[in-house]
T-cell receptor, first 116, second 111 residues
Framework: EAGVAQSPRYKIIEKRQSVAFWCNPI?????LYWYQQILGQGPKLLIQ????????DSQLPKDRFSAERLKGVDSTLKIQPAKLEDSAVYLC??????????????FGDGTRLSIL | SQQGEEDPQALSIQEGENATMNCSYK?????LQWYRQNSGRGLVHLIL?????REKHSGRLRVTLDTSKKSSSLLITASRAADTASYFC???????????FGKGTHLIIQP
């Protein structure tokens, strides 16, 4: 099966600009996650969708970050305006609700964002 | 916040040796998962251990869980150069909930 697709792989912008990332999960996976991974740290959950609804966005900085999954398939994450501290790798993951509970999460290779 | 902490932060061993990484966490879990991340890539799921399990094996991997000490360990036996990567433990409340990751252990296997 095809894996989680993310684009772009790299993005360089100046602070206060806006940026958007795109994710296409594994076909049939109802749950989609966005994580932020700062250099030298583990990923931190930003937002979780189940189909097109938000399950958890408690750690999403809502003053500048937004995300949507309108048709319950692919998703976009936007930052506007970007700050220097947003420099990180943004990882998308998906998991299936079918089968046994506690299905593993499948990750894309991420978008590496650099803020100048 | 990151509630899982791996130890050591970095580990360098010779090919063929065993590598052991430890993970501690602070709150209750439904299960604990281990992931591997190669440089510049996404995370790959390795193994999941439920809170009512004490040990689990998968190929050259062995995971233990001690819920009384809120700790887990990952053992990689007969290490290979291809095992060079960062390893993360992740706490799960269960179901499809998002994961809480630690800072990871960077493992280097010297040929």
């Amino acid at each position: 099966e095809a894996g989680v697709a993310q684009s772009p792989r790299y993005k360089i912008i100046e602070k206060r600009q806006s940026v958007a990332f795109w994710c296409n999960p594994i076909s049939g996976h109802a749950t989609l996650y966005w994580y932020q991974q700062i250099l030298g740290q583990g990923p931190k959950l930003l937002i979780q969708f189940q189909n097109n609804g938000v399950v958890d966005d408690s750690q999403l900085p809502k003053d500048r970050f937004s995300a949507e999954r309108l048709k319950g398939v692919d998703s976009t994450l936007k930052i506007q305006p970007a700050k220097l501290e947003d420099s990180a790798v943004y990882l998308c993951a998906s998991s299936s609700l079918q089968g046994p509970p506690n299905q593993p999460q499948h990750f894309g290779d991420g978008t590496r964002l650099s803020i100048l | 916040s990151q509630q899982g902490e791996e130890d050591p932060q970095a580990l360098s061993i010779q090919e063929g040796e065993n590598a052991t990484m430890n993970c501690s966490y602070k709150t209750s879990i439904n299960n604990l998962q281990w992931y591997r991340q190669n440089s510049g890539r996404g995370l790959v799921h390795l193994i999941l251990i439920r809170s009512n399990e004490r040990e689990k094996h998968s190929g050259r991997l062995r995971v233990t869980l001690d819920t009384s000490k809120k700790s887990s360990s990952l053992l990689i036996t007969a290490s290979r150069a291809a095992d060079t990567a960062s390893y993360f433990c992740a706490r799960s409340r269960g179901g499809a909930d998002g994961l809480t990751f630690g800072k990871g252990t960077h493992l280097i296997i010297q040929p």
